[in-house]
């Protein structure tokens, strides 16, 4: 091979190379460079053969990349390194280097490439990490990540931590670092004895979210509850999640008792309500009873006899008052005008004394028998009463008087059987 065929064919794996390849010297400026230069930074060839490559490194990167360079050109061997390098329209692309030097010719040869779009992956996944970490460390509940530990299958397989948040860290009282790769077993092997271990394992068998709630027993010999829910995330891998939910499980707990209360209160007073209601029937019969019996006393006491076609007779017996004188209204009025009777005598053979108002309430008697055309006769009038209307007059004219009963009927009856005048 000449020469000349070299050459061309290095000029050939310059231009066709997509890597950034090229030749630099040991006085800081590159002496051969490829075509992908051009396309990746902008400049023509020119430009960059012209300046120092320094020129074009990031200011923050340059102090560094001096010494990088130092040590390429010492002919330590190959030096691998990233930098950024400015761009004609003004950013930055990272550039990772991979060279070694001649130090017969003085000169560095590298290949280089873009790796711009990888750092700004890795910086996403960072910030992505960060905010992931932010996250479940600010979480009130517990999460956490386990495997399944490798050649452990089946309902008794073992787990361990691959990531766990401060909450879990915090409930552990261990560092991160002290959780992170242990098993399950061995950082909280009562999670096994409540079933929670084979609830991940039904979680990968399923590839389906496992919600539980778990009674877990505290030292103190009382109960606390946790919330769980595991996600499959892969064959070996499930994310756990778990919440302390002891207070709305008292809460309920309180709540339930609460209304096994009130229910044995409701059933206590529907049970008083009942016997009020017995009571309240039994007290009604005995007041449909006892008016039942005010009323046959009543019209034993103030009987209306019919003596002749148009004649009744109202015996009175006992103590009159202004009750008894209102019944006497009561029951005496309809009387005559059910029976059309022209005479109505009211016998007071068996009253001993009457007052004032019980006279009054007598004389209204009277006029209103007079206003539904029937006349009044009394008979069997006492000294004690014919004072007492003496006393409060009004009672001259309103009606005829007979010291006897017989004299009173016999009066009447002639004059409805003989026809005189009333």
């Known amino acids: 091979m000449t020469e000349s065929w070299q050459l061309d064919e290095l000029g050939r794996f310059f231009e066709l190379s997509v890597d950034l390849v090229g030749i630099a010297g040991f006085d800081g400026h590159f002496k051969r460079i490829g075509q992908a230069w051009e396309r990746t930074l902008g400049y023509s060839r ?163 979210r496992v919600l539980e709630v778990i009674e877990f027993r505290a030292p103190d010999g009382g109960s606390f509850w946790m919330h769980y829910q595991i996600i499959p995330l892969s064959d070996d891998d499930v994310a756990v999640t778990a919440r302390d939910i002891t207070p709305f499980k008292r809460l309920e707990g309180d709540l339930r008792d609460s209304l096994q209360r009130r229910e044995a209160d409701a059933e206590e007073l529907e049970q008083k309500n009942r016997m009020l209601a017995l009571e309240n029937a039994e007290r009604e019969r005995a007041e449909a009873l006892l008016r039942q019996q005010q009323d046959t006393m009543l019209a034993m006491s103030t009987p209306i006899i019919q003596a002749w076609e148009g004649v009744l007779v109202l015996p009175v017996i006992g103590t009159v008052d202004t009750a008894r004188a209102a019944q006497i209204m009561e029951r005496l009025l309809p009387e005559i005008v059910r029976t059309q009777a022209r005479y109505a005598v009211l016998d007071l053979t068996g009253v001993s004394a009457v007052d004032a108002a019980t006279v009054s309430h007598l004389l209204a008697v009277v006029r209103a028998a007079s206003l539904l055309g029937s006349r009044c006769l009394v008979s069997g009038i006492s000294p004690a009463i014919a004072r007492t209307m003496t006393e409060i007059g009004g009672a001259e004219g309103a009606f005829m008087t007979f010291g006897l009963l017989q004299n009173a009927l016999r009066y009447a009856l002639s004059r409805c059987t003989g026809g005189g005048a009333g």
Request: charged share 30%; aromatic share 10%; with cysteine.
């Open 46 to 208: 020119e430009e960059l053969l012209s300046k120092p490559f320094l020129d074009f490194v990031h200011p923050d990167d340059r102090e560094r990349t001096l010494a990088e360079s130092a040590q390429a050109f010492a002919g330590t061997g190959s030096i691998t390194f990233t930098n950024r390098y400015r761009c004609h329209d003004g950013s930055y692309r990272w550039i990772e280097w991979n060279s070694s030097a001649s130090q017969e010719a003085q000169v560095v040869y590298f290949v280089a490439r873009d790796i711009t779009d990888r750092k700004r992956a890795e910086e996403a996944l960072v910030a992505a990490e960060a905010r992931f970490r932010a996250a479940i460390d600010g979480s009130l509940d517990v999460f956490c990540v386990l495997r399944r530990a490798p050649g452990e299958r089946g309902a008794d397989g073992g787990f361990e931590f691959t990531e766990a948040n401060a909450k879990l860290v915090e409930m552990f009282g261990r560092p991160r670092e002290a959780v992170i790769g242990r098993s399950v077993d061995e950082i909280t092997p009562e999670t096994r004895q409540v079933g929670v271990v084979a609830l991940m394992e039904r979680a990968l068998r399923t590839r389906e």
